[in-house]
């Protein structure tokens, strides 16, 4: 049966990723995912300094052959290879931090997760 207290941590959880402590104003304080998150870092840096990271729908990035691309602002971007966050994936779904060159999404995080 679905218990209060499951469906409160679900609605947490669900509210962390919203914009996944990217320019976190307190409110995730008390999740159990925070320094996990906060933690999270590719060769670039850490992820959730100054970026905003997001959750990417299964249609909006693809993998071939261990090489990754995302759809940013309906445009596809390559994953540099240094942009991909090494360690397993706590959350479970593909999130994405972005910053911008010239105009164009570039990425800052990529954090795989499974498509189903």
């Known amino acids: 049966m679905f218990s209060a207290k499951v469906g409160a941590l679900l609605l947490g959880l669900a ?34 300094t100054d970026f905003d990271g997001y959750i990417v729908s299964d249609v909006d990035w693809e993998s071939d052959r261990g090489r990754y691309r995302v759809r940013i602002d309906n445009e596809w971007v390559d994953v540099p290879d240094g942009a991909v966050v090494t360690q397993p994936n706590r959350f479970g779904r593909t999130m994405v931090w972005r910053h911008y060159i010239d105009g164009h999404p570039r990425v800052r995080c990529f954090m795989p997760g499974t498509m189903t």
């Open 15 to 48: 509210m962390l990723v919203t914009r996944a402590l990217a320019g976190d104003d307190g409110r995730y304080d008390n999740s159990p995912l925070k320094p996990w998150f906060e933690s999270l870092q590719s060769q670039f840096g850490k992820c959730c």
